[in-house]
């Protein structure tokens, strides 16, 4: 089944505790991207990349540090995780180089930062 | 930076009736699109328009693209109770710099038996 994986689904931890939310997807996209959703604030994109070994900073990368080194896995990484953090987080993969087409959104990934 | 920007923010009918939802957007664009969520689930794709289209069918929906007033619009006919979801339109900003696809805020809709 095509599908983007995204992991853990719940997460809490506390201020200043490196984590690192998974992302995984079996479709051989190019394109694979981070959004953090908040109320009021709609869907925000953090980090995207077009390729392995490429990455880009999408609206709100302060905080945050990825990694494309596979084709599947586009790891989100949060070194000293901090309250405003606290968030929905989604992974979504798209097959174009560069994006034109359908995002295949993860189930998301509920962090909360203490 | 905020793109699309749906209108209305929720609307609440009842089955059986249709539900329009609109989206305006400022730059131009290649693409538009229209994504689904259920509460707290991921987005799930429904529908893209390309900015040559003015109009585009799957089922029951209905989707238009008015270039010119830079404006969607999403018609859901024959409402559900499983159409209950969040209804987000996202566009391609800066597409041939190739990397952004932009959400609005959203329409939460609810369909009421």
């Known amino acids: 089944e095509a599908q983007v994986t995204q992991n853990p689904r719940y997460l809490i931890t506390v201020t200043g505790k490196k984590l690192t939310v998974t992302c995984s997807q079996n479709?051989?996209?190019?394109?694979m991207s981070w959004y953090r959703q908040d109320p009021g604030l709609g869907l925000r994109q953090i980090y995207y990349?077009?390729?392995?070994?490429?990455?880009d900073k999408g609206d709100v990368p302060e905080g945050y540090k990825v990694s494309r080194k596979e084709k599947r896995n586009f790891p989100l990484i949060l070194e000293s995780p901090s309250p405003n953090q606290t968030s929905l987080y989604f992974c979504?993969?798209?097959?174009?180089?560069?994006?034109?087409?359908?995002?295949?959104f993860g189930e998301g990934s509920r962090l909360t930062v203490l | 930076s905020q793109q699309g920007e749906e209108d209305p923010q929720a609307l609440s009918i009842q089955e059986g009736e249709n539900a329009t939802m609109n989206c305006s957007y400022k730059?131009?664009?290649?693409?538009l699109q229209w994504y689904r969520q259920n509460s707290g689930r991921g987005l799930v794709h429904l529908i893209l328009?390309?900015?040559?289209?003015r109009e585009k069918h799957s089922g029951r929906l209905r989707v238009t693209l008015d270039t010119s007033k830079k404006s969607s619009s999403l018609l859901i006919t024959a409402s559900r109770a499983a159409d209950t979801a969040s209804y987000f339109c996202?566009?391609?900003?800066?597409?041939?710099?190739?990397?952004?696809?932009?959400f609005g805020q959203g329409t939460e809709l609810s369909v009421k038996p």
């Open positions: 730059t131009s664009i290649n693409n």
């Open positions: 479709m051989n996209h190019e394109y």
């Open positions: 990349s077009m390729n392995v070994e490429v990455t």
């Open positions: 996202a566009t391609d900003e800066g597409y041939n710099q190739g990397g952004k696809l932009i």
């Open positions: 979504a993969s798209s097959k174009g180089v560069r994006y034109t087409g359908e995002l295949f």
């Open positions: 328009i390309r900015s040559n289209e």
